[in-house]
């Protein structure tokens, strides 16, 4: 796998956390780092893509019906 470097300034309170995480773990912080990125990416990703999605679906005017969403509402009690 090819790898690109960046580079960071961390807060020094958070650089002292990974520095102590990464001797509790036996990791080294580019290892936490890389993990800890890896999950925020994941996480953050699939959001874009749903908000991409439905603006694809509204702009093909692909819309719930006034009936469907007060079947939502009456379903859930809002």
Not at 54 to 71: K, L, P, S
């Amino acid at each position: 796998m090819a790898a690109k470097t960046i580079n960071v300034r961390l807060p020094e309170a958070l650089y002292n956390q990974m520095e102590e995480l990464a001797k509790a773990t036996a990791r080294t912080k580019s290892f936490l780092t890389i993990d800890a990125l890896t999950d925020y990416v994941q996480r953050e990703s699939w959001q874009i893509r749903d908000i991409h999605e439905g603006i694809a679906e509204a702009n093909a005017g692909e819309f719930a019906t006034d009936d469907q969403v007060q079947a939502v509402f009456a379903k859930y009690g809002a």
